[in-house]
């Protein structure tokens, strides 16, 4: 123990821990006995030896050493030594600074320390000090002092000095430190001088105190023991705090009106509370260890889910709402919020799910939201939400640079409906008038009611004023029908006014404004009628109105409408090669009508295809009446409407009647623009050639004008194209892109093996300044004007008549010719 400067030696036998010598324990030696050294050390040693877990605290070996008296412990790590922890031990690193640095030396130092006269012998010394309990005496060395411990004497028994005076023995000088001074400095000179007790001096300079780090731990084991008390203390209040707030908790939780359902890690559920139940109709014995799959309704799919699950898994929350089903299986929509419940680690424990039923809340928004926007009695939009559509449909408008019209809506004399029949009878009036009036108007269009008898129906995306006027009387026809409404039957009339946009208008204010001034002219006017908010387009509205009932009329009795034929003549020679049939229509009481003024009407009111079929009924019977006077025919051009194009059937149709006429097909050529094709090119190419194996010739009218694809025209089986008008007028002004725009289209036509025609030739200077390009036929008022079919008779005899060599001015005679019928 001297050599090695230790406190302490266990002793074993048989490798089994039997007692502990202690420094302390040498103070039990007669010094004044030579042999005394020489005793076994079972016989002076400690025991039994206290241990201590090896994962105790320095604090808690503090407590059992001051429990136990002892001042060494023997450390164990599954009942094996591993150590021996000392007194001084702890104060050296029990992290003992902040208390240290805080308390004074005179707090913690021995107040009366012994002292002993030099001539004391060592026996005698040590008695004193085994007797009286101290570990160090101070002696008084002459003049000086000296300082003589137990560790001293461990030493004097390994190299026995003999019964000496203990001045002779005392270590010297005495190192001493003030008893203000603050115990940290205290400790760090024990530390420094390698020493284990200081004197402590007064404030008169005299030794008052004995300080060591038994002193030190003394203090310090009164300050952890304060700190456990309070420790224990907020430990208690902390316990009883946490059992309130659990015993709230779960009072909180039981009384919730959310369900509360709360899973493991692998979504098991664990725990439910009453609210659950209530809501979902299982209980925890239900559902327990199982999915909350079982809640699904199967409105969401996995990709729901699948977002969800991301989005916890991020963020360790998520919040939305979810469609689920009860134990009844009836659907309920609830507002759903997941929280992770997470360690120190962040490693997920547990997931919690709190929720509320939500479906009537849904249900009152919506109903609060369709009152808000929607007419109680009728289910139409209201004002408020006519406006916003409005305002969404002019700004589409604006975009698109379309017109839109607004149609207000009044009924004539409803109130002697109300006042005759009752307000019941009158409620159920209107809701059959907004019935039939839904079901005349588009898909896309918004009927809305007012209040009262008025209505206002949008339609957005007209082609013109016309479309509007249609549908408006489409709505005054559904109207005038006869209503039998509990027994009674009766007929009502309505009143219209119509606004378009721009013109009339541009904010919805202004449009309605528009729309009722021209409902109420309708009803000074003479009612169950419509009129437009602008007199000159109410004036062309009716004008197209009594054109369309004359079309119409006229096409059920196929009547009044005549064929003209123009020639196409040859640009090499002046002869007559072939016709194009232009229709005209013998109105009663306007006269002759160019096909601008009843082509596009027929096309907007769904007559183009009657009128179409009249049309080739004309010409078959004008060509059949040619050929037996023994005319020699000429191939005639006949022009297709879209709608006859993409009928179905039309091939083979045609081929029947031209074929049942005797006409054959290699005479009758089918004019189309490149448009037609635009949208169904492969579906277009399948009826051009089914035309062309029926022996049908096909041209490419108004060529360059429109969506010209190179590709589209080496597959269409056309047999001619039709340079368009606007390119031969150029050529009066000498337009050099004009020119190049013919050559091309020209040699173009050349190299696919097609017959170029120049339409629209009016003046000699076009006609010679076409000599320049590969034209084939001209057609035009320079050659000759349209004509009825009688004076085409004439100019093929004309043509027969001149079928030799003819010059430049040779079409004077059939030109004259045709000229007698301008």
Known sequence: MAERHCSSILVVENDRPVGIWTEHDALAMDFSNATEVRRPIAECMSHPVATISAHETLGEAALLLKALGYRHLLVVDDNAPVGILSQTDIALNQGLEPYLRLREVHAAMRATPLILPGNMLLAEAADN?????????????????????????????????????????????????????????????????????????????????????????????????????????????????????????????????????????????????????????????????????????????????????????????????????????????????????????????????????????????????????????????????????????????????????????????????????????????????????????????????????????????????????????????????????????????SSLGISLYPDDGTTPEALIQSADAAMYRAKHEGRNTYRLYRSEMDMQARHHLTLETDLRDMLEQGEGLVMHYQPLFSRADGTLKSAEALVRWQHPVRGLLPPGEFVPLAECSGLILPLGERILDQVISDMTQWQKEGQALVPVAINLSAAQFWKAGFADDVADRFAAAGIPPDLIVFELTESMLLNKHDQGLTILKALGQCGFRIALDDFGTGYSSLSYLQDIPAHSLKIDRSFIAALENDTRGSRAIIAAIASLARELGLTVVAEGVETHKQWHQLGDYAIDLIQGFYTARPMPADAFKSALNARQSHATSIREDGWRDIRETASATP
């Open 129 to 493: 000090m085994r007797h009286r309990g101290h570990e160090a005496i101070i002696v008084l060395c002459g003049g000086s002092l000296g300082i003589l411990t137990e560790r001293d004497l461990v030493r004097f028994i390994a190299h026995h000095p003999g019964n000496t005076a203990i001045a002779r023995l005392a270590s010297q000088p005495l190192l001493t430190i003030d008893e203000n001074a603050p115990l940290l400095q205290a400790r760090d000179l024990l530390l420094n001088h390698r020493i284990r007790h200081l004197a402590v001096l007064g404030a008169d300079g005299q030794i008052c105190g004995l300080l060591g780090f038994r002193d030190m731990l003394v203090g310090a084991e009164q300050f952890y023991l304060q700190d456990l008390r309070e420790a224990l203390e907020q430990r208690d209040s902390a316990l009883a705090r946490s059992r309130q707030h659990l015993q709230l908790a779960e009072k909180v939780i039981d009384s919730s009106l959310e369900g509360i359902i709360i899973t493991d890690p692998d979504i098991r559920i664990e725990f439910v509370n009453p609210a659950f139940t209530h809501l979902t109709g299982y209980t925890l014995d239900d559902v327990a260890g199982r999915n909350p799959g079982i809640l699904s309704s199967g409105r969401q799919d996995a990709a729901f889910y699948q977002k969800m699950w991301h989005t916890l898994d991020q963020t360790g929350f998520w919040r939305g709402e979810v469609w689920n089903r009860k134990k009844t299986g009836e659907l309920y929509l609830e507002l759903l919020t997941i929280t992770a419940i997470r360690d120190d680690q962040g490693n997920t424990q547990h997931y919690a799910g709190l929720f509320t039923d939500i479906t009537h809340i849904r249900e009152n928004e919506q109903q609060i939201r369709h009152l808000a926007y929607y007419d109680a009695l009728t289910r139409l939009p209201n004002r408020r939400l006519l406006d916003d559509r409005i305002t969404l449909a002019i700004r589409h408008a604006h975009r698109s640079q379309s017109p839109l019209a607004v149609v207000f809506i009044d009924l004539d004399h409803f109130k002697q409906v109300n006042d005759t029949l009752g307000h019941a009878l009158g409620d159920e009036l209107l809701l059959q008038v907004s019935e039939r009036m839904g079901h005349k108007l588009r898909e896309d269009d918004t009927l809305a009611r007012l209040g009262g008898d008025e209505f206002i129906a949008l339609l957005p995306d007209i082609s013109d004023f016309s479309e509007a006027t249609r549908i408006a009387q489409r709505l005054i026809d559904t109207i005038s029908a006869p209503f039998c409404i509990e027994g009674h039957t009766f007929r009502i009339g």
